[in-house]
């Protein structure tokens, strides 16, 4: 199990959400161009990293310590990550089976790959939680198949949904995508939150413009605002995580936090 993106991905994600290239980096943090593209070839240099933290609203330690961070593994009961080809990636789809309850979360890039993995039928749902291509491939195939589709301007307009016991709340998560949108899951042992891609363990979704990104931090520190002790997030990339592990182990905390 290995994280969505190394910390080579991390800072070219701040530069580009920040507008600021390796010659402005290195105007601002005062470290020469060519030790920033040391850095950014995937050589970790400690002091270099903790240097260039503050222009870019990365947290230093966190920043320096993310090749050896991975957050707890985490197993509940009726959870899965269904993991899906995404060219030489991959994207997740997360299954919640609870009480006779059946709900799927995205749907994958290739038509017809989530129905390798999942039966349509007796599926309750398929929440989305934005349309980028890597997660809206199978939406056409379940539909056709008869699983009622809640798209992610649907879900945040009704706000709260419930599937016998399980009670979803939509909340605003763009950014990265606008709209998206996040769903906590209520009626489990643990709170979920399955993030999409507004955050994934030690990372973020990337954004194009310093608009996207500000909006990205002021929407997830929202949503992160209603949690509940304990939460559990599901991220559209990578590994599970928790709220409390991202709130010290993700550089980008000072966005969120
Ligand atoms: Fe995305």
Redesign the pocket.
């Given at each position: 199990m290995s994280l969505e993106d190394e910390f080579t991905d991390v800072i070219a994600k701040a530069m580009r959400g920040l507008g600021i290239d390796v010659p402005g980096l290195s105007e601002a943090s005062g470290i020469a161009v060519g030790e920033i593209e040391t850095l950014l070839g995937g050589q970790m240099k400690e002091f270099t990293a903790r240097a260039i933290s503050p222009a870019l609203g990365l947290d230093a330690e966190a920043l320096v310590a993310l090749p050896r961070y991975l957050p707890e593994p985490i197993a509940i009961p009726g959870i899965r990550r269904i993991e899906l080809p995404f060219g030489k990636w991959t994207?997740n789809a997360w299954e919640v089976l609870h009480d006779g309850i059946h709900i799927l979360f995205d749907a994958g890039t290739g038509e017809r790959d989530i129905l390798e993995k999942i039966s349509p039928q007796g599926l309750d749902a398929l929440l989305i939680?934005?349309a980028?291509p890597?997660?809206i491939g199978g939406v056409v195939a379940l539909a056709a198949a008869g699983v009622k589709v809640i798209s992610e301007t649907e879900a945040l307009t009704t706000g709260n949904l419930s599937f016998g016991s399980l009670e979803l709340e939509a909340v605003d998560l763009s950014g990265?995508?606008t709209p998206?949108t996040g769903y906590f899951i209520n009626g489990l042992e643990r709170q979920l939150f399955v993030a999409?891609?507004a955050i994934f363990a030690g990372s973020m979704?990337?954004c194009k413009t310093r608009e996207a990104h500000d909006l990205a931090g002021r929407t997830l520190r929202a949503a992160f605002s209603k949690a509940k002790p304990g939460c559990i997030i599901l991220p559209?990339?990578g590994p599970a995580t928790t709220i409390s592990e991202e709130l010290i182990g993700n550089p980008f905390h000072p966005r969120f936090a």
């Open positions: 994207v939680t934005h980028h890597d997660h990265h995508c998206a999409g891609d979704g990337g559209g990339h």
